[in-house]
């Protein structure tokens, strides 16, 4: 009898072990694994799949609202008719050279780079067609931010994660949509195409180097984000420092939903990094502490839609299918979550945002116009180096 009790209380104590383990979800980074669309074409899947919010999308943060403060610049709407560029007067920051305009501020000048070509359908703010080649200018401005929760991972910091796809990146780093994805190699181990540690985007984001393997080349360490990625172009000295270097969990449970819905990527995950820009994974994007709805919740007002900005969209970012889009659309974003390969294909494939906010989409790691959102992690809002947005 006795024995019989004591096995009855261990199998209670670890059910109660693993039902505390996934509840924990909710106030922190863990957590989470992907699954497969039926779909062929993810991002299309993910549009066709319509549906209401749930009733939890509020991130309750100040009076109900989520606080937005501005921090950092980057370049983001595009030059209004009337100013005019003095090639003569500029400045390199990071990634760019900006230059002077008739009205004071400074603009980044990039090619156009529309995904849909020359349909002449996607379109600046200001109404005019975004093109798909030749010069444009975009303002230097303000980077907006939402407070996601002032308590990551029970460590006290704060989540700040932009309000908009501010530009776009590779995840793996090919030269081409069409090159052929080869596994690196690197410390002696196998580096898949969806692996975050050593992904093109977590250089860009960080000013860190890569390995790059390009069709028919040897593997190569590429520094052109080497110092001056968007760590360094968005932000002065004094900003940078007190942004944290954020411990991130890549386990197999950052992989999967706050609930565990999806499966985890058990056989893709990557270690733990250090970053003080990064992206969110499947877990995070979740989690209702957070203030984010179910992962398959999508729909107007969905916490997890972001636009792009007009400079994000010359630089070639995917905005769904145009023919369908509504008003309220957001564009796909890209998770550091990987999700599996096609054994056929060898296509790695990572999570992503849909546009209209489901989070249980996915892209191919080499796909050229995935969308970023960055998030960074501070100790305090400075009112010296910060700007609440009202």
């Given at each position: 009898?006795?024995?019989?009790?004591?096995?009855?209380?261990?199998?209670?104590?670890?059910?109660?072990?693993?039902?505390?383990?996934?509840?924990?979800?909710?106030?922190?980074?863990?957590?989470?694994?992907?699954?497969?669309?039926?779909?062929?074409?993810?991002?299309?899947?993910?549009?066709?799949?319509?549906?209401?919010?749930?009733?939890?999308?509020?991130?309750?943060?100040?009076?109900?609202?989520?606080?937005?403060?501005?921090?950092?610049?980057?370049?983001?709407?595009?030059?209004?008719?009337?100013?005019?560029?003095?090639?003569?007067?500029?400045?390199?920051?990071?990634?760019?050279?900006?230059?002077?305009?008739?009205?004071?501020?400074?603009?980044?000048?990039?090619?156009?780079?529309?995904?849909?070509?020359?349909?002449?359908?996607?379109?600046?703010?200001?109404?005019?067609?975004?093109?798909?080649?030749?010069?444009?200018?975009?303002?230097?401005?303000?980077?907006?931010?939402?407070?996601?929760?002032?308590?990551?991972?029970?460590?006290?910091?704060?989540?700040?994660?932009?309000?908009?796809?501010?530009?776009?990146?590779?995840?793996?780093?090919?030269?081409?949509?069409?090159?052929?994805?080869?596994?690196?190699?690197?410390?002696?181990?196998?580096?898949?195409?969806?692996?975050?540690?050593?992904?093109?985007?977590?250089?860009?984001?960080?000013?860190?180097?890569?390995?790059?393997?390009?069709?028919?080349?040897?593997?190569?360490?590429?520094?052109?984000?080497?110092?001056k990625g968007?760590?360094?172009?968005?932000?002065?000295?004094?900003?940078?420092?007190?942004?944290?270097?954020?411990?991130?969990?890549?386990?197999?449970?950052?992989?999967?939903?706050?609930?565990?819905?999806?499966?985890?990527?058990?056989?893709?995950?990557?270690?733990?990094?250090?970053?003080?820009?990064?992206?969110?994974?499947?877990?995070?994007?979740?989690?209702?502490?957070?203030?984010f709805s179910?992962?398959?919740?999508r729909g107007?007002?969905?916490?997890?839609?972001?636009?792009?900005?007009?400079?994000?969209?010359?630089?070639?970012?995917?905005?769904?299918?145009?023919?369908?889009?509504?008003?309220?659309?957001?564009?796909?974003?890209?998770?550091?979550?990987?999700?599996?390969?096609?054994?056929?294909?060898?296509?790695?494939?990572?999570?992503?945002?849909?546009?209209?906010?489901?989070?249980?989409?996915?892209?191919?790691?080499?796909?050229?116009?995935?969308?970023?959102?960055?998030?960074?992690?501070?100790?305090?809002?400075?009112?010296?180096?910060?700007?609440?947005?009202?």
């Amino acid at each position: 009898m006795k024995k019989s009790v004591r096995k009855t209380l261990f199998f209670i104590l670890v059910f109660s072990f693993f039902l505390a383990l996934f509840a924990g979800c909710s106030n922190s980074s863990a957590g989470g694994h992907p699954s497969e669309n039926d779909g062929n074409n993810p991002q299309e899947n993910e549009q066709n799949q319509g549906g209401d919010d749930d009733d939890d999308d509020d991130n309750d943060i100040v009076d109900n609202q989520p606080l937005v403060v501005e921090f950092g610049t980057w370049p983001q709407t595009i030059k209004a008719a009337e100013v005019e560029i003095d090639e003569t007067d500029t400045k390199e920051v990071g990634l760019f050279t900006y230059y002077r305009g008739s009205d004071g501020e400074w603009y980044a000048k990039i090619i156009q780079n529309d995904f849909y070509g020359s349909r002449g359908e996607n379109k600046y703010s200001n109404g005019e067609v975004v093109g798909s080649s030749g010069y444009a200018y975009f303002k230097v401005e303000p980077i907006k931010w939402t407070l996601i929760t002032d308590d990551y991972s029970y460590r006290g910091q704060k989540l700040l994660l932009a309000e908009n796809v501010l530009f776009r990146q590779e995840f793996y780093p090919v030269d081409s949509y069409y090159d052929e994805i080869r596994n690196r190699t690197i410390d002696g181990k196998t580096v898949y195409a969806n692996n975050y540690k050593y992904s093109k985007i977590r250089a860009y984001l960080n000013g860190l180097e890569y390995e790059n393997l390009s069709y028919g080349q040897s593997q190569t360490t590429n520094n052109e984000f080497k110092d001056k990625g968007f760590l360094q172009t968005a932000f002065s000295d004094v900003q940078q420092s007190v942004i944290l270097q954020g411990s991130l969990e890549n386990s197999a449970f950052s992989t999967t939903d706050c609930n565990a819905n999806l499966p985890q990527a058990t056989d893709f995950v990557c270690e733990n990094t250090m970053d003080k820009i990064f992206l969110l994974s499947e877990a995070e994007v979740t989690n209702p502490y957070y203030g984010f709805s179910k992962y398959d919740s999508r729909g107007e007002g969905n916490t997890r839609i972001r636009k792009a900005t007009d400079f994000a969209k010359a630089s070639g970012v995917y905005l769904g299918n145009l023919d369908v889009v509504e008003d309220w659309w957001g564009a796909p974003w890209c998770l550091r979550s990987p999700l599996g390969v096609d054994s056929i294909s060898n296509q790695h494939y990572i999570r992503e945002i849909g546009p209209t906010g489901g989070a249980d989409s996915y892209a191919v790691a080499n796909e050229g116009a995935m969308g970023i959102v960055p998030a960074l992690l501070v100790d305090s809002i400075y009112e010296n180096l910060m700007r609440y947005h009202i």
